[in-house]
């Protein structure tokens, strides 16, 4: 029962209804906390106790700082944090198998494991340092197990909703608002990611006994590069709309990374709660830039390569991390020669390796990754239209076998569908344009786009009828239902 199914809603209507007839703020938290968990329990019922124990562990030492202030009591949960998230994704592989750690597939974690264990840690982290005054059990549970974020971010640092925390029954709902994300996320994960995820899985999952073409490739690449955009996009508006019905604003996750000019720019918009994370409780923690440029740069290889770590069980998540590292890296290297590129240079080079970053994220095997790479970069030859046969000159390079010669999915369509898929990325208005900027907490440091707030102008009528529209469309869309991608994170 997860937002992108239609079994959800009536779960989630109620909730709104009870919600909303509450009087008292204590009330209010144990209802949200008592809701949260049945939520979870009916999507991970075997895992519950694993969420409930770390809630009640790591206050459990929240308290020993408050009382004793030793270092002990905040390095032990720290480690113990730390280690839950090894126990369940990688020491049951190793233990197995060593060799298989490459991508592990059907390995079965507790739902949003990550998210809860590292919301939990900049909590620890916040509170050693007196960042956040002192709480009440009550209100750290339901910090840690508030449904619309529990599960696939954001990773909310606990003084971004502590107000709202402290106010629920006098808070606002929003409902047009909610409404809105709600519908958006509906429309981009069931009828774009879902869709672009149908090609994306014929292509990469043939290339188990399958040479790709250079045109396959890069549609392959392309494509899952789009799916995981628009799943992820997806996610965080639903999960800031769902918050909102309950009167809580999340900080904003994901702002148009794909108009990045530069890979340092492109993190800043991407995950943006974990990039922050990252660079809060990782990178600044280990030194930053105060020892050198040499240190600096190790610093951001090796807080990469732990942001890779954390997406996933298998070596393909690490390569990612360190790939990104580097890229950061030589980013931070031109900033400081100078060296610049014109716009259309500097975006289509940070599109293009973010997209090869996303076909490494993707393989699920070693050999897929260099058989993928060798296609993308010309190893593996071009293949082209048999026409072309009589009017170029006969080299190895080129093959005429048609732009998709294994006749894995219809060229066209494809073709069709990466332009107009680009085209919505690059030149359509995002989430927070469309509906305002005063229903989330801004986190990323970017450069906003100045667009028109459609669901805050005069045509409301229009707006919920083109809502309702893109809703029902949504539900019964697609007769295939697909988690988010971030869930087995």
């Not at 610093?299 to 890229?327: K, P, Q, R």
Request: proline share 2%; with cysteine.
């Amino acid at each position: 029962m997860f937002f992108n199914q239609i079994s959800f809603y009536p779960y989630l209507i109620l909730g709104i209804f009870l919600f909303r007839n509450i009087k008292n703020n204590n009330v209010a938290i144990y209802f949200l906390i008592i809701y949260s968990s049945i939520f979870y329990l009916i999507n991970d019922f075997k895992f519950y106790l694993v969420l409930f124990i770390s809630i009640f562990f790591n206050y459990f030492f929240i308290y020993l700082i408050k009382i004793h202030k030793r270092k002990i009591f905040f390095f032990l949960p720290l480690l113990i944090n730390i280690l839950l998230i090894l126990y369940f994704k990688y020491f049951t592989v190793i233990e197995n198998d060593f060799s298989s750690i490459y991508h592990v597939q059907n390995i079965y974690i507790p739902l949003g494991l990550s998210f809860f264990t590292f919301q939990q840690i900049s909590f620890l982290v916040d509170f050693n340092d007196k960042k956040i005054p002192e709480i009440k059990f009550n209100e750290y549970f339901l910090y840690i197990i508030f449904f619309p974020q529990l599960v696939a971010g954001p990773i909310v640092k606990f003084n971004q909703v502590a107000l709202y925390l402290k106010n629920l029954v006098n808070s606002k709902s929003y409902y047009h608002a909610s409404f809105g994300f709600l519908v958006i996320g509906l429309f981009k994960k069931i009828v774009i990611a879902d869709t672009i995820g149908q090609y994306s899985d014929i292509l990469f999952n043939s290339l188990d006994n399958s040479i790709l073409s250079f045109f396959e490739a890069w549609s392959a690449a392309l494509l899952f590069s789009f799916q995981i955009y628009f799943d992820f996009s997806a996610y965080s508006d639903m999960a800031i709309g769902i918050a909102l019905l309950f009167g809580v604003k999340l900080p904003e996750n994901f702002y148009s990374p794909y108009k990045s000019r530069n890979i340092i720019e492109f993190w800043r918009r991407w995950h943006i709660s974990l990039s922050q994370f990252i660079k809060d409780y990782l990178y600044i923690k280990l030194g930053g830039s105060k020892k050198g440029s040499l240190y600096k740069y190790f610093n951001i290889t090796f807080s990469m390569a732990i942001c890779g770590i954390w997406h996933g069980t298998g070596a393909n998540f690490l390569i990612w991390g360190v790939y990104h590292g580097i890229l950061i890296s030589i980013n931070h290297t031109l900033n400081k020669l100078k060296i610049n590129f014109n716009y259309f240079i500097s975006w289509l080079s940070t599109f293009i390796l973010v997209v090869i970053g996303f076909a490494i994220f993707r393989c699920n095997s070693f050999e897929n990754l260099l058989s993928l790479l060798k296609s993308m970069f010309f190893i593996n030859g071009i293949s082209l239209p048999m026409s072309f046969n009589e009017k170029l000159i006969h080299l190895d390079l080129f093959s005429y076998n048609g732009l998709f010669p294994n006749n894995l999915i219809e060229l066209k369509n494809t073709i069709f569908f990466i332009i107009l898929i680009f085209f919505i990325i690059i030149f359509c208005p995002n989430s927070q344009s469309i509906i305002g900027k005063n229903f989330y907490c801004k986190y990323g440091n970017y450069i906003e786009d100045n667009n028109k707030n459609f669901f805050q102008g005069k045509n409301y009528f229009f707006d919920v009828f083109l809502g309702i529209l893109l809703f029902i469309v949504s539900i019964f869309y697609s007769s295939e239902i697909r988690n988010f991608i971030y869930f087995v994170f």
